[in-house]
């Protein structure tokens, strides 16, 4: 039976369970640019170019083993746009008897996907995902019955079932996580990595002119594009971070510093989630580095926990929960996403490195995300589809599956603890510790009131009056609202005035 064989812009890897037993004297691989995929949010331009450039480059791949590919590219005369438009047409065009595919990342696709058998009049075969630790039902399976689903329980299962960093049934060097040796601020003497990015070769160059001229009004910056968009190319950057950057990926992980984009981070999240790179050869890469004391054990760890550990569990408790886990809005917020999430024009410093950097190159690390942007739009009770909408939009590693999660429990506490068993709120002081961007500030991160106060000060102990009602009673907030409770009635009254009226400003 002549199969079609339909692979996704995310899953861009040769051993993909869509293309297990494939016969290359009979079967055809789908590979279709569809503008849907660009637009159902406007994704950052950069992001576009990555998945684009990455697919033609693995059609070549899979033409230099002699099997049949059959692109369609985004400016092609008949193109659909859609990928149920382009099987369609590919059915007819290859006269396929069926489809095999990878089931999708993402909840929506996956609605597309369960119609096809309908609406194409073939038969479908959706397979499992091959390329992640736990299977969908292994999470459920984990989940059932749990009073709480905390990542670092699931974790130490992974953990136990890999063998990684174990000594037996007990975890290497007696503790299961090393996150609070984790936690340093970056030296002002600190030597930075220079970081290996790629220059466009005529592929991407020709991609990057396709997006330019379709896409030129979605939000980001061209000019410093610089992903690998090949897996020999993202394998290197691999092996650039774990001899380079690894040995101090621990220590300053959660640090930031003024135009410093990258520091000691690893840069192969896009590549992992579009297939490029693989999870399990990137851990080993980390253990390897370990095992010849190239690496600490608490960069390892650190590093690989959030493999291993956090992104098999905001996918697992995404298609758990999903689709209701969306429309929770535990805290009731709802102000509108100011505009200088997309213009970085703002007068506080951390935000607009956060946002440039953003811009620039669909980037930024997972500390500026959670605890400046994230914070902020936690704090400033920003409504979250807005707020989750926008990360989606603005970062190359961004699919709802690993985005919705992140953005949803973790930086907004949205589903009030279903991830995290507190929010991530914080003040000024936390920025001021972890960056250098609180010295470069109109505002003092010292000064809870008054005109040079930071507003991340005022709006925090605002964010504590104003839900007192469904946090005051969870036991990890109890310091907080102990040191709001001494706090004297009069000044609590201006901090809600001046919060308010920041907040107000915003709007306007």
Request: hydrophobic letters at 40%; aromatic letters at 12%; glycine letters at 6%.
């Amino acid at each position: 039976m002549k199969t079609l064989r339909l692979v996704l812009g995310d899953q861009l890897n040769r051993s993909i369970s869509s293309l297990d037993d494939i016969d290359p004297k009979r079967d055809v691989v789908l590979m279709a640019e569809v503008h849907d995929e660009a637009t159902y949010v406007p994704h950052h331009q950069q992001k576009i170019v990555l998945v684009l450039s990455a697919m033609r480059h693995f059609a070549e791949l899979l033409a230099c083993e002699s099997i049949t590919v059959d692109y369609v590219r985004m400016s092609d005369e008949g193109n659909t746009g859609s990928f149920t438009g382009e099987l369609e047409r590919a059915l007819k065009r290859n006269q396929c008897e069926r489809v095999v595919v990878t089931e999708p990342g993402e909840w929506r696709v996956d609605q597309m996907m369960q119609k096809w058998e309908a609406c194409l009049g073939v038969p479908v075969e959706i397979r499992q995902d091959n390329r992640f630790f736990c299977s969908l039902d292994g999470f459920a399976d984990w989940a059932e019955g749990r009073k709480n689903l905390r990542m670092e329980f699931f974790y130490r299962q992974m953990r136990r079932e890999t063998g990684w960093l174990m000594e037996g049934d007990k975890p290497l060097g007696e503790r299961w996580n090393y996150d609070s040796e984790n936690r340093k601020s970056l030296p002002k003497d600190k030597a930075l990595p220079r970081r290996n990015r790629f220059e466009p070769d005529p592929i991407t160059q020709e991609v990057i002119k396709l997006v330019s001229d379709r896409f030129g009004d979605h939000f980001g910056e061209l000019e410093h594009f610089g992903w690998a968009v090949t897996r020999e190319d993202a394998l290197q950057a691999l092996d650039d971070f774990v001899s380079v950057c690894l040995p101090d990926f621990g220590n300053y992980q959660d640090a930031m510093k003024s135009g410093e984009d990258f520091l000691f981070h690893g840069l192969v999240s896009p590549y992992l989630n579009l297939g490029l790179l693989l999870p399990r050869e990137v851990c080993e890469a980390a253990l390897q580095a370990l095992e010849h004391e190239e690496a600490p054990l608490a960069a390892v760890e650190g590093f690989v926990r959030q493999i291993l550990g956090w992104r098999e569990y905001v996918r697992g408790l995404y298609w758990l929960k999903m689709p209701d886990y969306a429309q929770s809005n535990y805290l009731n917020a709802k102000r509108p996403l100011p505009e200088f999430y997309w213009t970085a024009r703002t007068e506080l410093n951390c935000l607009r490195q956060t946002i440039e950097s953003t811009r620039d190159n669909a980037y930024a690390h997972h500390i500026q995300r959670l605890m400046v942007t994230g914070n902020f739009a936690l704090l400033a009770g920003l409504e979250p589809a807005e707020v989750e909408d926008w990360y989606l939009r603005v970062y190359a590693d961004a699919f709802e599956w690993v985005e919705l999660p992140n953005t949803h429990g973790m930086a907004l506490y949205a589903d009030g603890g279903v991830m995290a068993s507190k929010p991530y709120a914080a003040s000024g002081a936390y920025i001021n510790r972890m960056s250098d961007y609180c010295a470069d500030c109109k505002f003092d991160p010292k000064q809870k009131l008054g005109e040079k106060a930071c507003p991340f000060n005022y709006l925090y102990w605002h964010f504590l009056i104003r839900n007192q009602d469904p946090l005051k009673s969870n036991p990890r907030m109890g310091l907080a609202y102990r040191n709001l409770d001494r706090m004297d009635p009069d000044q609590q009254s201006d901090i809600v005035e001046q919060a308010e009226r920041f907040l107000d400003a915003l709007d306007e």
